[in-house]
């Protein structure tokens, strides 16, 4: 008879098994995003700075080509490679391939030089290089120009962190919490004539930042995936009317009666504001680690009930053997 | 007899002579290493506080491209009153003075001139002993009184590091940049033109408040900014010569 923990050694052994098919089958089948790999990857560059991995990777460039969001509208639409040219890096139209998935060091530094690390790697901050990919159907370049921040010479990288490619992050003085939700800190920031009355107001009690007002998100007709974000910084009345529609021109009987719409809810206002953030909530894909646990657990299971045939089996061979040999 | 009396009268006025001379060179010599040599480039930063809006992005990318302890500041901003509605701030890096006092009173030589004009800090030579950072008017040097490990909180957002980090038991300060303008000199660049051989409070400056040049250049950004507006310098005062001009903010009375 097998001991209880050589059984669940058998066991493991089909667990492994099991485990590992599934995975490789599972990764495989991950393949839903185009499959393209060749070397100069970020991957080479993260052995060194790995500052940079984690906060890529999470952030919008790392997930350009692997966003469930673009990946379906990107399927629904047929697959164009048009849109590779942005979600992919080093994408070639004539052969339909492309050096990385999302947008990775190199669609942004180019190539690495030779004696890199003894030369840095070259990058252009200037709104030039951003604006390849957000282009003015993606971005609003026509807003962009007519802002303060563009015509005081600032560009894309005074806010924006490229690495993470979100708003960067401000600290209050000497490492002290900000004072007031990120976004807005960003701004209060240079913008120090707030700092005094916009923490205190209702909007920001209530969650709303300055980028809620100040940066609306224009739907672009064209293209349905991509919403245009007003850099103009002009807060319009259509900001106002995110919330307080019901509040604008009420009736003349409600107006005499004194009576008005009611506020909609807070939640209600934060869940109209956060339309930037809608498209990310999309329900994960389930990791091929994930499905290689679920098979790992069915193959210990399998194995622990095969053992006691298994050992059977294994006793008669080897009894079969040994009369073999006394033969 | 009377010849070696003329012999012994002339051997004491020869080694008198030879003292003086001695005496006199050495003079000469110690009042020349109290002032920055003039090398083939002389660098300088102008500050435009009429668009320096004090976000502190400079304080930020010094942080992070220097190696900084988060507990010390190369570049400090403080807000000096108003004029107008606007609020008027001081961004201070090190003045790298003709006539430095931190040169000066160092007994161990470590903080040396350049031949472009930047005071620098030999880390190896110093026995840390704080003269500099008491003799600087500008609060411009900062102690290491520990060692500066774990991670900088300025990486990578605000840029890479690019040098060493300072040992424990030794003062630093801001550098200019150096290591960004020999590398940029090296690679055929301008500092003050191209951002990889400029420093890197210049270059992230969001209103572009700061320029950086070669004031032997005459057309260099900063000789055109020195030519064509009001300048001032911090405590001009005390005749330490600082390469780091202030054009004021506008309607500030210049004391």
Redesign the interface.
């Known amino acids: 008879m097998y001991s209880r923990i050589q059984r669940l050694l058998i066991a493991l052994m089909f667990a492994l098994v099991a485990a590992g098919v599934t995975l490789v089958a599972a990764s495989a089948q991950d393949g839903a995003s185009p499959p393209a790999k060749v070397s100069g990857t970020s991957s080479d560059c993260t052995v060194c700075h790995t500052e940079y991995q984690m906060t890529w990777q999470e952030g919008a460039h790392g997930k350009a080509g692997s966003d469930p969001a673009f990946l379906d509208e990107w399927t629904k639409q047929g697959k164009p490679g048009a849109c590779l040219v942005c979600h992919t890096t080093g994408y070639d139209p004539a052969t339909a391939t492309f050096k990385e998935n999302g947008v990775a060091c190199q669609a942004c530094h180019g190539e690495a030089p030779a004696d890199h690390p003894k030369s840095p790697m070259p990058v252009d901050t200037s709104p030039d290089l951003c604006g390849r990919c957000h282009s003015d159907t993606r971005f609003g370049w026509q807003d962009w120009k007519v802002s303060t921040h563009y015509q005081r010479g600032m560009n894309c990288t005074t806010c924006h962190d490229p690495h993470s490619a979100s708003i960067k992050k401000i600290s209050g003085p000497r490492g002290q919490a900000a004072t007031t939700d990120e976004v807005s800190a960003l701004c209060i920031n240079c913008h120090k004539e707030h700092s005094m009355d916009f923490p205190y107001t209702t909007h920001n009690k209530q969650g709303v930042s300055c980028v809620d007002c100040h940066v609306n998100h224009i739907e672009n007709t064209e293209d349905a995936a991509h919403t245009v974000p007003d850099h103009s910084f002009n807060a319009s009345l259509d900001s106002c009317n995110t919330c307080h529609a019901q509040q604008m021109h009420s009736s003349s009987d409600q107006a005499v009666n004194g009576t008005s719409a009611p506020l909609p809810e807070p939640q209600a206002q934060g869940a109209n504001l956060a339309t930037g953030t809608e498209t990310t909530k999309q329900p994960e894909p389930v990791s091929p680690v994930g499905f290689a646990v679920l098979a790992a657990l069915l193959g210990l299971a399998g194995g622990m009930v095969l053992a006691p045939w298994l050992e059977r089996w294994y006793q008669r061979t080897v009894k079969h053997n040994r009369e073999d040999d006394n033969d | 007899m009377t010849s070696q009396n003329v012999n012994r009268r002339e051997f004491l006025k020869l080694t008198a002579i030879g003292v003086a001379v001695a005496a006199g060179t050495k003079a000469v010599s110690s009042k020349a290493s109290s002032e920055a040599p003039k090398g083939k480039r002389q660098w300088a930063m102008v500050i435009d506080q009429s668009k320096c ?5 400079c304080t930020r990318a010094c942080q992070a491209h220097n190696d900084i302890n ?1 507990d010390i500041e190369w570049n400090t901003v403080t807000e000096n009153g108003t004029v107008g ?1 606007n ?1 008027v701030f001081v961004p201070r890096p090190c003045m790298h003075c003709e006539k430095a006092p931190c040169v000066e009173v160092c007994p161990v030589k470590a903080s040396y001139y350049r031949d472009d004009g930047i005071v620098m800090m030999d880390y190896d030579r110093c026995i840390g002993c704080r003269y500099c950072q008491i003799a600087c008017p500008y609060g411009a040097r900062t102690f290491n009184w520990e060692k500066f490990t774990g991670e900088n ?1 300025a ?3 605000w840029g ?1 590091p690019e040098v060493e980090r300072r040992p424990r038991g030794v003062p630093e300060k801001c550098s200019f940049c150096y290591q960004r303008i020999d ?1 940029g000199l090296a ?1 055929g660049l301008t500092p003050g033109v191209d ?2 051989a400029t420093p890197a409070c210049v270059n992230i400056c ?3 408040a700061r320029m950086f040049g070669d004031l032997n250049n005459p057309d260099s950004n900063v000789s055109l900014a020195l030519h064509n507006n009001p300048t001032y310098s911090l405590r001009e005062d005390l005749g330490t010569g600082p390469r780091v001009y202030y054009i004021p903010a506008v309607g500030v009375e210049e004391s």
Do not use: A, D, L
């Open positions: 809006t004090g976000c502190e992005y988060p509605n609020q909180p990486v990578p957002e890479m590398r690679q951002s990889e969001p209103t572009g």
